[in-house]
């Protein structure tokens, strides 16, 4: 029942197991494995210099001494992300997980495990980096337009606030020479309305001012 359970699950994974038997040395590499890598008939030799060929050249001597690490340390798993050859000559990127075996004496006697194709998920991360990518630049873009429309409203406001500040100060400054000259012609409502024009003047020059700061 174990055997048959153990069964069911490997055929709803995705994943590849293997076994090595550090004593005996015999190795056990699933057909799923290679279906991975293209061969959909028989599978190539599974001794240890054909496996070590199928990995990247930049990868097989760091692998090699990370698997030794994990077997002579005192740690009871190995994880490891690794390249090997398709078929067809490309690499594809897997993840090897696996749970060693020790005896009483805490020397490695046997490591299984499983290997996952990484490739969808490289995929994925791959189009999630191009569209960071590509919002980066959008933002940078819309960034440097609303810059510009910035620079633009600024000269519009300071070319605005230029043009009214001289028609303010003679309105401000005939207000002033009408009330200071004819101040006793006028009675108290029509000074009142010239105090009101000079006080909006000031105040709408001042503001001019700020904005042009």
Not at 85 to 99: C, Q
Not at 144 to 171: C, G, K, M, T
Request: hydrophobic share 40%; net charge negative; proline share 3%.
């Amino acid at each position: 029942r174990s055997e048959e359970r153990l069964a069911l699950v490997l055929r709803g994974s995705s994943d590849a197991p293997w076994d090595l038997d550090l004593v005996g040395g015999e190795r056990y590499l699933s057909p799923r494995f290679w279906r991975m890598l293209g061969f959909e008939g028989a599978a190539p030799r599974v001794d240890a210099d054909s496996l070590r060929e199928r990995l990247h050249p930049d990868e097989q001597a760091a692998l090699a001494q990370q698997f030794t690490d994990a077997l002579l340390g005192p740690g009871d798993a190995f994880e490891q992300e690794l390249r090997v050859r398709h078929r067809d000559g490309h690499y594809v990127p897997m993840l090897a997980r696996g749970f060693i075996s020790r005896d009483a004496a805490g020397r490695a006697c046997r490591i299984s495990g499983t290997c996952t194709d990484l490739t969808e998920r490289r995929r994925a991360e791959d189009r999630i980096h191009e569209l960071n990518a590509t919002l980066e630049r959008r933002v940078a873009s819309r960034t440097r337009e609303l810059q510009q429309a910035n620079r633009e409203l600024e000269a519009f406001s300071y070319s605005v606030s230029h043009d009214l500040r001289a028609p303010l100060r003679a309105l401000d400054g005939f207000a002033r020479i009408l009330l200071e000259d004819a101040g006793h012609l006028l009675d108290e409502l029509d000074k009142e309305k010239l105090g009101r024009i000079i006080a909006a003047s000031e105040r709408s020059g001042g503001r001019l001012m700020v904005g042009q700061i």
